[in-house]
């Protein structure tokens, strides 16, 4: 069965809230002030029973100009819209800008009634009827029913009662969300329950128990209990009017206008992207820079609109625009939005929302311009290439880009699929992907400084992953950095080997005289064993220049040589051999005790510490109280 919400719309005291009462026997003005004055102050909520037992929730909206604000933020969640005209009066001047608030919001259905008719003579509601077929030219509302109805009479109510159920039998079926949102239109508490909060359930299902968060704040609460229509409900569908009690919470911690929604669904921005456009009888000019009030979902916000190829919009114009907000909110791609001049307050204009968490944009960027018509018309493939490209560096998942960019979830596999064997998509692997011109960015800058490194150290293998990691940004992302370098190898950019990353095609040349160099120092550290001189020493004693220095260090990068701390190098064979006769140690005793090892060894005490201290370092062993043990599973890197 459809869910589906009816909205009112109208001038003040033309009997919008009565009809509802008439229709469904509900009274949606529950405040006071709104008893006293006769007039809808704040929004109202009711349900409407058809006789095949569909149950429909209304949304009654204030009508008075100064309230209008407050009819925004209950306009958003209406699906099928009843413009409710008195036949006393007419058409007025909130008619009109509900009515353009509607056509903004991209409402499709609806009807409009024509109340009061008890009180005007036949002759007069033909020409009432004649100015709102005027009115309605060129809207949604062109071909829509219009119902002359009296409360007073029980007239027409049952005409109606047709015209809604025909309409909400025609809806679409909603589009599959990866995550419940639901954002807020009222907060109050009861007692023995604690937080309450309202609103129309946009996207996804809703269960009772299931762990959700407020956004924009981020803060994560936990639905008790679910009731739609005064009825405890275990789950909630889109379309539903909800009820939904967090008690973790308390009231003055929630406003108006935040969005309870599913984990991890939604993103918290200042900025949004969007086309926008402006109302054909407006005389009020919307330009670059323009300081605006923004009417989305439920919330209320100021920020400037920055016009993206021109500099101001007159009336029945639109271009593509970025939004920027002075707080935080958070939005999905496809969400209508309603612009009202800051001073006076007025209404201009709406938009949809085309990206929800965009970068910041330049005036007249021509690939700004392009990116927007991507994301207004483009395919799930050209705009899953372009979110990829648009968070360069961020390596999201294919489902935080979906999230992100409002794109159908269950496709974004295939098409991230279909994008790699194109070659625009670099998979890192099962769930990350990123842009090939992002992979050739990081793979230019590699092979640049290899090739400066090979110039600098000609006799080293190559430079250490984790310096390789660390000049391209990524040393607290490994795994990427490994997936990068590891498809710059299957590309036969880079090899790597024994941990040591060079150029595909660089090999170490050895002339004459560096050979020689390279037997004198393995000769004297295999003769040297475990005694070897200070390396600062040794350099000095046997050979200061650069060249040999070089040479030294090229060993230490093939790991001939071992560099145990800033004082020792020692031959590889012989931390092996001490690694072994540690080994041999602790297979007869609990703990290896430094002096014992030395002795074992028949090494200085410095020697045997360094040895040690390289061994726990590198997870071969493990100090203890008393002296040193074999970690479980230990591998030396």
């Given at each position: 069965?459809?869910?589906?919400?009816i909205?009112?719309?109208?001038?003040v005291?033309?009997g919008?809230?009565?009809?509802i009462?008439?229709l469904t026997?509900?009274?949606?003005d529950?405040?006071?002030?709104e008893?006293?004055?006769g007039?809808?102050?704040?929004?109202?909520?009711?349900?409407?029973d058809?006789p095949?037992?569909?149950?429909?929730g209304?949304?009654d909206?204030?009508?008075h100009?100064?309230?209008v604000?407050?009819?925004?933020?209950?306009?958003?969640g209406?699906?099928?819209a009843?413009?409710v005209?008195?036949?006393?009066?007419?058409?007025m001047?909130?008619?009109v800008?509900?009515?353009?608030?509607?056509?903004i919001?991209?409402?499709?259905?609806g009807?409009?009634v024509?109340?009061?008719?008890?009180?005007v003579?036949q002759d007069f509601?033909?020409?009432?009827?004649?100015?709102v077929?005027?009115?309605?030219k060129g809207?949604?509302l062109e071909?829509?029913p219009i119902i002359?109805?009296?409360?007073?009479?029980?007239?027409g109510?049952d005409?109606?009662?047709s015209?809604l159920?025909?309409l909400?039998d025609?809806?679409p079926k909603r589009k599959e969300?990866?995550?419940?949102?639901?954002?807020?239109?009222?907060?109050?508490?009861l007692?023995g329950?604690?937080?309450i909060v309202t609103?129309t359930?946009?996207?996804g299902?809703?269960r009772?128990?299931?762990?959700?968060?407020?956004?924009?704040?981020?803060v994560?609460?936990k639905i008790r209990?679910?009731?739609?229509?005064?009825?405890?409900?275990?789950t909630?569908?889109?379309?539903?009017?909800?009820a939904?009690n967090?008690p973790d919470?308390?009231?003055?911690?929630?406003?108006r206008g935040d969005v309870?929604a599913s984990?991890?669904?939604l993103?918290?921005?200042?900025?949004?992207?969007?086309r926008v456009?402006i109302?054909k009888?407006?005389?009020?000019t919307?330009?670059n820079g323009?300081?605006?009030?923004?009417?989305?979902g439920?919330k209320?916000?100021l920020?400037?609109?920055?016009?993206?190829?021109?500099?101001?919009?007159?009336a029945?114009?639109?271009?593509?625009a970025?939004l920027?907000?002075?707080?935080?909110?958070?939005a999905r791609?496809?969400?209508?939005?309603v612009?009202?001049f800051?001073s006076?307050?007025?209404?201009?204009?709406?938009?949809?929302?085309l990206?929800?968490?965009?970068?910041?944009?330049?005036?007249?960027?021509?690939?700004a311009?392009?990116?927007?018509?991507i994301?207004?018309?483009?395919?799930?493939?050209?705009r899953?290439?372009?979110?990829?490209?648009?968070?360069?560096?961020?390596?999201y998942?294919l489902?935080?880009?979906?999230?992100?960019?409002?794109?159908?979830?269950s496709?974004?596999?295939?098409?991230a699929?279909?994008?790699a064997?194109?070659k625009?998509?670099?998979p890192?692997s099962?769930?990350?992907?990123?842009?090939?011109?992002?992979?050739?960015?990081?793979?230019?800058?590699?092979c640049?400084f290899?090739?400066e490194?090979?110039?600098?150290?000609?006799?080293?293998?190559?430079?250490?992953?984790?310096?390789?990691?660390?000049?391209?940004?990524?040393?607290?992302?490994?795994?990427?950095?490994?997936?990068l370098?590891?498809?710059?190898?299957?590309?036969?950019?880079?090899?790597i080997?024994?941990?040591l990353?060079?150029?595909?095609?660089?090999?170490?040349v050895?002339?004459?005289?560096?050979?020689?160099m390279?037997?004198?120092?393995?000769?004297?550290?295999?003769?040297?064993?475990?005694?070897?001189?200070?390396?600062e020493?040794y350099?000095?004693?046997?050979?200061?220049?650069?060249k040999?220095?070089?040479?030294?260090?090229?060993?230490l990068?093939?790991?001939?040589?071992?560099?145990?701390?800033?004082?020792y190098?020692i031959?590889?064979s012989f931390y092996?051999k001490?690694k072994?006769s540690?080994?041999?140690?602790?297979?007869?005793?609990?703990?290896?005790?430094?002096?014992?090892?030395?002795d074992?060894?028949?090494?200085?005490?410095?020697v045997?510490v360094?040895?040690?201290?390289?061994?726990?370092?590198?997870?071969?062993t493990k100090?203890?109280?008393g002296?040193?043990?074999?970690?479980d599973?230990?591998?030396?890197?």
């Amino acid at each position: 069965m459809r869910h589906v919400i009816i909205g009112t719309a109208g001038h003040v005291d033309h009997g919008k809230t009565c009809l509802i009462k008439a229709l469904t026997g509900i009274d949606t003005d529950r405040l006071k002030e709104e008893k006293k004055r006769g007039i809808t102050i704040e929004l109202g909520f009711a349900y409407l029973d058809f006789p095949d037992g569909q149950r429909v929730g209304i949304v009654d909206v204030p009508g008075h100009e100064k309230f209008v604000k407050n009819m925004l933020a209950g306009a958003g969640g209406i699906d099928v819209a009843m413009l409710v005209i008195a036949g006393d009066e007419g058409i007025m001047p909130q008619t009109v800008e509900h009515l353009d608030i509607l056509s903004i919001l991209g409402i499709q259905k609806g009807v409009v009634v024509i109340t009061k008719t008890d009180l005007v003579e036949q002759d007069f509601l033909e020409l009432v009827e004649e100015d709102v077929k005027e009115l309605v030219k060129g809207t949604f509302l062109e071909n829509a029913p219009i119902i002359p109805v009296s409360v007073f009479e029980n007239k027409g109510l049952d005409s109606l009662l047709s015209v809604l159920k025909s309409l909400c039998d025609s809806f679409p079926k909603r589009k599959e969300a990866s995550g419940f949102r639901l954002p807020i239109d009222r907060v109050f508490t009861l007692k023995g329950f604690g937080t309450i909060v309202t609103g129309t359930l946009m996207d996804g299902k809703m269960r009772k128990g299931q762990d959700a968060v407020l956004y924009p704040e981020n803060v994560p609460v936990k639905i008790r209990n679910i009731q739609v229509h005064s009825m405890d409900e275990d789950t909630a569908w889109p379309g539903q009017r909800v009820a939904v009690n967090i008690p973790d919470r308390r009231k003055e911690e929630i406003m108006r206008g935040d969005v309870l929604a599913s984990r991890g669904t939604l993103y918290p921005t200042r900025m949004l992207d969007g086309r926008v456009e402006i109302l054909k009888h407006t005389k009020r000019t919307v330009r670059n820079g323009s300081r605006v009030h923004i009417y989305l979902g439920t919330k209320e916000l100021l920020g400037k609109i920055v016009l993206m190829d021109v500099d101001e919009l007159k009336a029945g114009e639109s271009c593509y625009a970025q939004l920027r907000l002075e707080e935080e909110t958070v939005a999905r791609m496809g969400d209508h939005f309603v612009l009202r001049f800051y001073s006076p307050l007025e209404t201009v204009g709406g938009g949809v929302v085309l990206d929800a968490c965009p970068r910041k944009h330049k005036k007249n960027d021509q690939n700004a311009l392009k990116s927007f018509s991507i994301k207004e018309k483009g395919t799930l493939e050209e705009r899953l290439e372009l979110s990829a490209r648009e968070h360069w560096g961020c390596f999201y998942s294919l489902t935080e880009l979906a999230g992100r960019n409002s794109l159908n979830p269950s496709g974004v596999k295939n098409a991230a699929r279909k994008l790699a064997e194109e070659k625009k998509l670099i998979p890192l692997s099962d769930q990350v992907y990123i842009h090939c011109d992002e992979m050739t960015s990081y793979e230019k800058n590699t092979c640049r400084f290899l090739e400066e490194y090979h110039k600098s150290y000609p006799l080293w293998e190559g430079m250490g992953i984790e310096e390789v990691r660390s000049r391209l940004n990524l040393k607290e992302n490994s795994s990427f950095a490994d997936a990068l370098l590891d498809v710059m190898k299957e590309r036969k950019s880079i090899k790597i080997q024994n941990g040591l990353v060079s150029l595909y095609r660089f090999h170490v040349v050895i002339r004459e005289d560096e050979d020689a160099m390279l037997r004198e120092i393995t000769e004297y550290y295999k003769q040297a064993g475990f005694a070897p001189l200070a390396t600062e020493v040794y350099l000095k004693e046997h050979g200061s220049s650069k060249k040999f220095q070089s040479v030294f260090h090229s060993l230490l990068n093939k790991k001939v040589l071992i560099r145990l701390d800033s004082q020792y190098c020692i031959h590889s064979s012989f931390y092996e051999k001490a690694k072994e006769s540690f080994r041999e140690m602790a297979a007869q005793k609990p703990e290896v005790i430094l002096g014992e090892f030395r002795d074992y060894l028949g090494c200085s005490r410095k020697v045997a510490v360094a040895l040690l201290e390289h061994f726990d370092k590198n997870g071969f062993t493990k100090k203890t109280e008393g002296g040193r043990i074999l970690k479980d599973s230990a591998t030396l890197k």
